[in-house]
């Protein structure tokens, strides 16, 4: 397999009455997928949107790959719903699930998504070693999970690289203040799928960002 440099918006940010519009102009812009934060009131301390908003979405875009970021009490919930309205890849964090992770990732394969594993800054990256096997992607992320706009955390760093030097062939997201000023450092860690909101969102030139992000990343993969 060899490893492809993807860019993936968030929304979270964005004009959310238009969300639809602003989904389709990232994607016009060069977004390679849509990172759709899911967010509970009980698992982070800030509500978003829920499965009828993204089937939403989905009768209106019928192309784009759609990530869920599930940060939620109880990722088993929401399997099925977010199957129905059209998820491509169920990421979820581990922590309120430590017991029962391989069964989340069995029936979210069986409900036909990608598997995603996501870990907050707190969360030791070793503890995933039992699930790479089970899991599409591992996403690392670079600030408490809750809110966009967040200051970058640097120290999450050895986590992605210790992620790429014992899986190269792993998809490794990176999620939280990732913006033109610290790209950099995400890449030469190892990361190739990027989550951007703040930074592409509140740019005048939405493509440019996105095609810069892009080319650092693609730059680090062809030293690696
Ligand atoms: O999951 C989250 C926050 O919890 C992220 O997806 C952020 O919303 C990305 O936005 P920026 O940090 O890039 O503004
Ligand atoms: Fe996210």
Not at 127 to 146: F, R, W
């Amino acid at each position: 397999m060899s490893l492809k440099a993807k860019i993936g918006p968030s929304i979270l940010n964005a004009d959310l009455c238009a969300l639809y519009e602003e989904s389709q102009k990232l994607l016009d812009n060069g977004a390679d997928y849509l990172h759709l934060d899911v967010m509970d009131g009980h698992f982070v301390p800030n509500l978003t949107f829920g499965h009828p908003v993204v089937k939403c979405l989905r009768n209106k875009i019928k192309n784009a790959f759609f990530e869920t970021h599930m940060m939620v009490s109880k990722p088993e919930q929401w399997i099925e719903n977010m199957a129905d309205a059209g998820v491509d890849q169920y990421t979820f964090h581990i922590e309120p699930v430590v017991n029962s992770v391989p069964d989340i990732c069995r029936k979210v394969r069986e409900a036909g998504m990608k598997v995603g594993l996501a870990l907050k800054p707190g969360t030791e990256v070793d503890v995933v070693k039992d699930y790479i096997s089970m899991a599409d992607m591992i996403l690392i992320m670079t600030v408490e999970p809750g809110f966009g706009g967040q200051k970058f955390m640097s120290d999450m760093m050895p986590k992605v690289k210790w992620l790429r030097e014992n899986y190269p062939n792993l998809d490794i997201e990176v999620d939280g203040g990732v913006g033109l000023n610290t790209i950099d450092e995400c890449a030469k860690a190892g990361a190739n799928m990027i989550v951007s909101g703040t930074a592409v969102i509140q740019s005048p030139d939405q493509k440019e960002v996105i095609g810069k992000l892009k080319k650092s990343v693609e730059c680090a993969l062809h030293k690696h």
